[in-house]
């Protein structure tokens, strides 16, 4: 039987191509994102174990209440002078101190160096080369007295710097001009995990880091015959309350998992996109599967009028799907070598730089392939392969004929039930107490559901959407029909196109929604011409030296200068905006319900109208605060708002309260209001020439301002939406594969058609029109339930400031009008076919 | 080589002059038609007889211009077919000929009145009303035409064929053992259909059988044997055609 399996699959190449490559792009996309994944993770293990393998044990401060993304970021740094009570520690051999902060490198044309997302590094490169582990010089010296400084190698090739170069270096306070002595390495990497890096002497760093005195941390190398772990306890006990000693490796580890936490809505989005690669992958490979058995029904009837029994054909078939399974698992394997690469490099054209050295395979993401490339094909072929079994070899000698579409109430019910229990989930999940993993199980709700239903609504659909091609003459009137022959075959088939889209929409709506909500932001509430902001929104922000240039001006009335941050209020953690009380009600408008933004003192708290009311809070009572490093705070409360659009945060505290609890804090926007009957666009100018030596901020009118931060989104949504597209490329194939084994099926209709005078082109134009029915189906189902999905997100995000719901039906139609050319497209191969058909072959009966 | 010539009175809807129709190479070389010439008369009703193998089937492609002639020539009418190319051989069937297959006719997406005027759709032409009813009519399918090909018996889904192939007007038509798939009863029905489209209608109709009951609707039966014509016979008895047959070694 076995023998027989291999043959009957190598007598259909087409076929077998088809299927195998639907099932090989399903395990490709999901294998590549897969080991894109790991060869991230891996990469930052790697770093951060190479940075700290100097290292036998650390010295730190005990982490503070509030979690922070980055775990230092809630210690408060250690007095000087406790080095010399670990130096005093018997087994520790050398112990250095070291600290860290931002510090923004310049390149040779004096732009900054800004790397997207990761964090601008300054600090100092240990004294003892023995301590700094795997950072190693690879050109030049360490920097050995002020006005020095070594660069990490990706930011030297960046920003065409090399020893002896000059660059200024944009810190908290005043830029400094330095001098490149040194460059150096991670091991095998240019930089950490796409950070920059400026290394500077401990003096230094320590003053222009504003840590005189202080140290972030000791690092300590111990003697010969103590383990890490024994000295770590020593060191330990000897230390005052509040600091501990723990080992190199410990620290390594945790920086790597927090790191990895970080990054992790990029696995889970990289995840998320593998789920519905598979997804969609499964229905190509479904429905390639059901036809392919259905037409080879004729062959499964021979054998069983020659004696097999219905579990000989089974296991026939499955034998088949696993060997099918197999080997295109493997080939898709392959191929997510490539898609993984194709990834990075779309995500690095987006400016989004991952650090991926070399890609790793892990075994798992080798066995995951193959195991979900061979279940969903065995899966898929169990259905079919009962179905054949059951067909008796007179059946099977008859032509195929539409059966009647009947549709069981069953289906309805499980439907309609399935979409309806989606889409309370997803609400729940939103805007209810229910946990965020509704949302994607709601979604994954309303797909089956929808998928159940299809079958019904495509029938309607067809008829409607195939209307206008019956002025197209009889191709588009047959291609209508023909569509409509076979409701479940047409109905998955455009399913698969369906979850593609879906994202697509939901993600063009919520973009659109973001965009037009802040504009209107912009328009309503603020009142300055002018904003100073950082170049990219990816920077930490621009030092507040700035706004005193900015101050100074000519034509400039009011600055109004504002940060941003985290804390934990009333236990909980959340984010503040920090603003000047004197002149923010020039500048914006934030809706106070209760008291003045003017009212807002040092030491206290204006809260978001409705979080007050959830609290039962009035003017004058007490939040209980605690900021990362300088801990506990009581700050009171001096007035409500209402009008989140510009603040985006529940707490809004005064610059000043900012400074006191997080010393070396950044701007993160300049607001600035003209003098009364002053030029805006020769202010602004002026504004730009005095920020030259400050290109760590820069200025914008409302307009620039609006386009930045839309090209922003627009840049975040096409590369979601070039990943996306990806699924929807698949989902294509499987429209040629549909249209290909149709043609296959419907050879004698088309011989007869071609006998009785259609030409080439007619039918090459039918199978056309087929095809565009089908993804025109798909697009419309999809844009529909792209446009729900949407909406509910951004309804479910009203409260953070997201408040208008933009649906961009021009962009939805164009989608929809893509969908159309690309089922033009997908037709072209079987519609090649289906043109060349023999006339005599097809209708002479032998 | 046997030459049929045209009687008087009649023309020609299509002929062929010394048609060699030759399958494969060499040694494995066979000779479906060899030379062979015959006329179709127009207004007449001819059948095609001849014994399995002897290329009566493959006669009728020829002429109808579904498959090409290895030498010889083929008209239509006037005008020679056997050069043409794969778009004007189209044309010339949409346009000049109808078909009437053993068995799968009919689009099974269509219903029977939008299968019988298909040929027209796709020609892009306008049915002639008062023609197709009159057609209709005759078939005998009016409650039936709404109906879809798999909700017809196979008398019913062959008379849908037939009013297909004359729907047009068609200066002929090719009927491929059109009644190989029916029972007595249905299978007369259709013949005497396409007998009444001769007489009363003025059609041509070209049709190959191996039944002699068949034959005897024709005008006129000619007789192939190993690719070749024999004989011909003028309006034929069930029982003079299988004597004939007999003759020839069927």
Not at chain 1, 788 to 806: F, N, S, Y
């Amino acid at each position: 039987m076995f023998g027989a399996t291999i043959k009957g699959m190598l007598a259909h190449k087409l076929r077998l191509f088809l299927t195998a490559t639907s099932i090989a792009l399903g395990v490709a996309f999901l294998a590549g994102t897969l080991m894109l994944n790991d060869s991230m993770q891996r990469a930052f293990d790697d770093v951060f174990g190479s940075v700290n393998s100097g290292t036998d044990v650390a010295v730190r401060a005990e982490a503070g209440a509030v979690k922070t993304e980055d775990p230092d970021d809630s210690r408060p740094p250690l007095p000087a002078k406790v080095i010399d009570v670990v130096r005093g520690v018997d087994g520790v051999a050398v112990a250095e101190g070291s600290v860290r902060g931002y510090a923004l490198l310049t390149d040779s044309h004096g732009k900054p160096i800004q790397p997207q997302g990761a964090p601008t590094l300054g600090g100092n490169l240990a004294s003892d080369p023995g301590m700094r582990g795997d950072i190693t010089l690879r050109t030049g010296r360490a920097p050995q007295r002020p006005g020095e400084v070594a660069i990490d190698a990706s930011s030297a090739k960046n920003g065409d710097l090399a020893v002896g170069s000059t660059t200024r270096i944009l810190f908290r306070g005043a830029p400094e001009k330095y001098t490149v002595v040194g460059t150096v390495g991670y091991a095998g990497e240019d930089d950490l995990g796409g950070s920059t890096s400026a290394y500077f002497d401990l003096a230094t760093a320590q003053r222009v880091l504003g840590k005189q005195a202080v140290y972030d941390s000791i690092s300590v190398k111990a003697g010969d015959g103590v383990s890490d772990s024994t000295l770590a306890k020593r060191v330990d006990a000897a230390l005052p309350r509040g600091m501990e000693a723990l080992t190199g490796q410990a620290v390594a580890d945790e920086a790597s998992a927090a790191v990895k936490k970080g990054l992790g809505f990029l696995s889970i989005a990289l995840e998320g996109f593998a789920g519905i690669a598979l997804f969609v992958g499964s229905f190509i490979i479904w429905n390639t599967f059901s036809m392919q058995v259905a037409q080879r029904t004729r062959e499964l009837a021979l054998f069983r009028a020659i004696g097999a029994t219905r579990r000989q054909v089974m296991r026939t078939i499955l034998a088949e799907a696993v060997v099918l399974g197999l080997v295109a698992s493997a080939i898709g394997i392959v191929l997510g070598l490539g898609m993984a690469k194709a990834l990075s490099a779309l995500m690095t054209t987006f400016g989004f730089v991952l650090p991926t050295a070399s890609l790793r395979i892990q075994p798992s993401t080798v066995l995951v392939g193959f195991l979900v490339g061979t279940l969903v094909t065995v899966v898929a072929a169990v259905a079919p392969a009962r179905r054949a079994t059951r067909v008796l070899p007179v059946e099977a000698l008859r032509d195929a004929a539409p059966t009647a579409t009947q549709f069981s109430h069953t289906r309805l019910g499980l439907g309609l039930a399935l979409a309806a229990g989606g889409v309370g989930a997803l609400l729940w999940g939103l805007f209810g107490s229910g946990t965020p993993l509704l949302i994607p199980g709601g979604v994954v709700g309303v797909v089956f559901g929808v998928t159940i239903l299809a079958p019904m609504i495509v029938l309607p659909m067809a008829s409607v959407i195939g209307a206008p091609l019956k002025g197209a003459g009889v191709s588009g009137e047959l291609a209508r029909e023909n569509a409509m022959r076979n409701p479940k075959r047409t109905a998955s088939t455009a399913m698969a196109l369906v979850i593609g889209l879906t994202m697509v929409a939901a993600v063009t709506v919520f973009g659109s929604s973001l965009k037009s909500s802040f504009s209107d932001v912009l328009t309503s509430s603020v009142k300055a011409e002018l904003y100073v902001l950082t170049p990219t929104p990816n920077a930490e922000g621009f030092s507040p030296e700035v706004t005193k240039v900015v101050q100074g001006v000519d034509g400039v009335d009011v600055v109004s200068a504002s940060g941003f941050g985290a804390a934990n209020f009333d236990g909980k953690a959340g984010s503040f905006t920090s603003i000047d009380p004197t002149t923010a009600d020039q500048a914006f408008d934030l809706g106070m319900v209760d008291g003045k933004a003017a009212d807002l003192k040092d030491g206290g708290v204006l809260v978001y109208d409705k979080t007050a009311k959830t609290k039962g809070w009035k003017v004058g009572d007490v939040v209980s605060t605690a900021f990362p490093r300088q801990g506990s705070a009581a700050l009171r409360i001096d007035g409500m708002y209402d009008d989140k659009g510009f603040v985006n945060a529940d707490y809004v505290i005064s610059l000043g309260t900012h400074d006191k609890y997080v010393p070396d804090r950044l701007e993160s926007t300049d607001m600035v209001v003209v003098d009364n009957g002053a030029d805006v666009d020769a202010v602004e100018q002026r504004i730009d020439d005095a920020l030259a030596t400050h290109p760590d901020a820069t200025v914008m009118n409302q307009q620039e301002f609006e386009g930045a931060l839309g090209g922003f989104i627009d840049q975040l949504l096409s590369l979601v939406t070039v990943m996306l597209l990806l699924a929807v490329l698949i989902a294509l194939l499987g429209i040629v594969n549909t249209l290909a084994l149709s043609v296959f099926e419907r050879t004698r209709e088309l011989g007869l058609l071609r006998a009785v005078g259609m030409t080439r082109a007619q039918v090459r134009a039918m199978v056309r029109w087929e095809s565009v029915v089908i993804s025109v189906i798909g697009a419309l189902i999809g844009a529909a339930l792209g446009i729900g999905l949407g909406i509910a997100l951004t309804r479910a995000l009203a409260d953070q400031g997201i408040e208008k719901v933009a649906v961009p039906g021009v962009q939805l139609a164009l989608y929809v009008l893509a969908a159309a050319v690309a089922g033009v497209l997908a037709a072209i191969g079987p519609a090649r076919r289906a043109s060349k058909v023999d006339v005599l072959r097809a209708v002479v009966t032998e | 080589m046997t030459i049929i010539e045209t009687r008087a009175g009649t023309h020609s809807a299509a002929h062929a002059r010394a048609v060699t129709k030759a399958y494969g190479e060499g040694e494995a070389r066979v000779l479906a038609l060899d030379d062979v010439s015959v006329d179709i008369e127009s207004g007449r009703f001819t059948a095609i007889m001849g014994p399995s193998g002897s290329g009566k089937s493959t006669l009728l492609h020829v002429l109808a211009g579904l498959d090409r002639p290895t030498s010889g020539e083929v008209y239509i009418g006037d005008t020679e077919i056997s050069g043409m190319t794969d778009k004007q051989l189209t044309l010339l069937r949409r346009d000049k000929i109808g078909f009437i297959f053993q068995s799968f006719n009919l689009l099974p997406t269509l219903t029977a009145q939008e299968n019988i005027v298909l040929p027209l759709k796709i020609a892009g032409r306008k049915p002639d009303p008062l023609w197709v009813q009159s057609i209709v009519e005759t078939v005998g399918l009016g409650p039936r035409l709404k109906h879809k090909p798999a909700e017809l018996s196979g008398g019913q889904q062959q008379r849908v064929a037939a009013a297909r192939a004359l729907a047009s007007k068609p200066a002929i038509v090719f009927a491929d053992e059109p009644t190989g798939a029916l029972d007595s009863k249905s299978g007369a029905d259709l013949l005497g259909f396409l007998q009444h489209a001769v007489k009363e209608l003025d059609q041509t109709v070209v049709m190959v059988t191996h039944d002699p009951v068949a034959a005897c609707y024709a005008d006129r039966v000619v007789f192939l044997t190993d690719g070749d014509v024999v004989d011909e016979m003028l309006s034929p008895s069930s029982d003079e055609v299988l004597e004939h047959m007999k003759h020839l070694g069927a």
